[in-house]
């Protein structure tokens, strides 16, 4: 049986892609890897990418110089985590607190792991996690 070696790619769908891409970068200052009228892809940890798709602009196959991508979309508040250090958890909720980003729920796992929820403008649950919220994490 082949190996898996990762995730590369997480994905949200948002109708106002210029406010999804202010809001990611002004939070999380991601490194943009491209930017189109169909999506912005962000570059997490240098390990990890974060696409964010205009809602119904890929319902359609899209035709790529090198390739057909397959048609997908989404709909409905998604949810996604990002990995943080367990000693950078206060300067998060801080930073949250400054931009006036409300934390929806806070949950201390039984490994030891801290979740941090909040919302992004298009009601998507963003969690930012410390380890020791799963067993391999």
């Not at 997480?10 to 891409?21: E, N």
């Not at 250090?85 to 801080?94: F, M, N, R, S, V």
């Amino acid at each position: 049986m082949p190996l898996l070696t990762g995730i590369i790619e997480t994905a949200i769908y948002v109708d106002d892609l210029d406010r999804a891409s202010r809001f990611y970068e002004d939070l999380f200052h991601l490194e943009q890897l491209h930017a189109d009228d169909r999506l912005r892809a962000y570059g997490v940890a240098a390990k990890s990418v974060l696409v964010i798709f205009k809602r119904g602009a890929s319902i359609d196959a899209v035709a790529l110089p090198f390739g057909k991508m397959g048609s997908h979309d989404g709909s409905g508040p998604m949810h996604f985590a990002l990995s943080i250090a367990l000693e950078d958890l206060p300067a998060w909720e801080d930073l949250l607190a400054r931009k006036e980003i409300a934390i929806e729920t806070r949950i201390h796992w039984p490994r030891g792991g801290v979740s941090l929820y909040f919302r992004d403008p298009d009601n998507h649950l963003v969690e930012l996690a410390t380890p020791g919220v799963w067993a391999i994490y």
